[in-house]
């Protein structure tokens, strides 16, 4: 079944194969969106190859890209064979000139039968905290090995940012294969941001899914430990950790602090940015954050804890303040700091915004057509 590539300098065809999509909710399905939007909206016709989770209600109908659905598998061991016939499939009803696998495990293991099969050129954008050190491929060496052998697929790799560029490096994916594209910002945050230089919000925001490795209950814990009951926090995101985050927060006696207040997006997301004083991250392993760069664009100053991509984007007491990860006393005392001080915050967040930068997802899926376009010739 080996064909070669069409090689089209107009028409170009890409499949976006991806193990989470929405309805789920987080960063790798945001990023999958807004690049799949863009692509789209510059010619480029795209399919994205996603799973359907027993129990989600899809509605793939109002995209302006199409989705494919897989039933999503029970076991990875076996599952992974029958992705490849869908891929498979897809491959002979769409032609598709390259394949971008959005995230490194399972796609790029699959990618590497398919690839056998098919003669088409692979991207891969890992998530993140799905390869890093300690993450939940990375504790099994069986999958780690196939993930390993999936990364010889590759022909370009994309990392977020200088750390995650480390990360693929130290799973020996050649230098001259990683390119650095950082994640773009919602249109709607970029246009917002222009009249938010100098503003003073009303109070704390973080923003992520509710799960254990974005370190929310530390968060909730630094709070307890503030001194000043007029500091409030509010906590955007859904996820596995919601009941019991709610629990915490009884417990500590913080019902009138802190406020879970489920997904939110679009104009939503910009109205809670726009009423912040500070953004806080407080992850046990992040990449390269969405949330602290949309924040960094509104002009809000960040506190994040000292792990991975964080490090990159915030300089302690320049372009924000950090904090040792599970240090809740030093947290505590950063918000507080940060609350009160309303000159430390404004020279933090206009150095934070003068160093980052933030791009639009229109020019960030420029450069992904760049490499596209430079593989499949």
């Given amino acids: 079944m080996k064909t070669a590539r069409s090689g089209v300098q ?19 399905q945001v990023v999958l969106h807004h690049l799949a939007t863009e692509l ?9 190859l996603a799973p359907h989770f027993r129990g989600d209600e899809i509605c793939d109908d ?11 598998p029970g076991s990875k061991k076996i599952g992974n064979r029958m992705v490849l016939l869908d891929l498979l499939r897809l491959y002979l009803s769409f032609k598709f000139d390259l394949l971008h696998c959005h995230a490194a495990y399972p796609q790029t293991f699959v990618a590497r039968s398919f690839k056998r099969l098919v003669s088409v050129p692979v991207v891969c954008r890992p998530h993140g905290n799905d390869i890093v050190p300690d993450g ?9 090995k196939r993930l390993r052998l999936g990364m010889k697929s590759v022909d370009i790799f994309v990392a977020q940012g200088a750390y995650m560029k480390s990360v693929l490096m130290e799973l020996m ?3 001259n294969k990683i390119v650095v594209i950082n994640n773009g910002v919602d249109n709607n945050i970029l246009t917002a941001s222009q009249n938010m230089a100098g503003s003073c919000g009303h109070y704390a925001l973080a923003m992520g899914r509710l799960s254990s490795v974005k370190g929310f209950d530390n968060l909730i814990r630094a709070m ?16 596995p950790d919601t009941e019991l985050l709610g629990t915490l927060i009884r417990k500590l006696g913080l019902n009138e602090r802190v406020e879970l207040l489920g997904h939110v997006d679009g104009e939503e997301k910009v109205r809670l940015l ?17 949330a602290i760069v949309e924040a960094i664009a509104m002009h809000i100053p960040v506190i994040a804890s000292d792990v991975g991509g964080n490090r990159e984007i915030i300089e302690h007491s320049v372009t924000g303040l950090t904090y040792p990860v599970e240090d809740t006393d030093q947290l505590a005392e ?42 499949a010739c």
Avoid: M
């Fill in 274 to 290: 726009k009423g912040a004083r500070l953004f806080i991250n407080s992850s046990r392993k992040e990449a390269y954050s969405n």
């Fill in 173 to 175: 994916a050649p230098e």
């Fill in 62 to 72: 109002d995209y302006e890209y199409r989705v494919v659905r897989f039933k999503a």
């Fill in 334 to 375: 950063a918000i507080s700091v940060l609350w009160h001080d309303g000159d430390l915050r404004k020279s933090l967040a206009e150095k934070a915004y003068s160093s980052v930068r933030p791009s639009s997802w229109r020019n960030i899926a420029t450069q992904y057509e760049e490499i596209y376009r430079s593989l």
């Fill in 10 to 28: 107009g028409e170009l065809k890409i499949c976006i194969y991806t193990d989470t999509f929405f309805p789920r909710q987080g960063g790798a």
């Fill in 40 to 48: 789209t909206r510059r010619g480029i016709k795209v399919v994205v």
């Fill in 136 to 144: 939940g491929i990375r504790k099994s060496r069986y999958v780690e």
């Fill in 224 to 239: 307890a430990k503030t001194s000043d009951p007029k500091i409030t926090l509010k906590i955007a995101g859904h996820g």
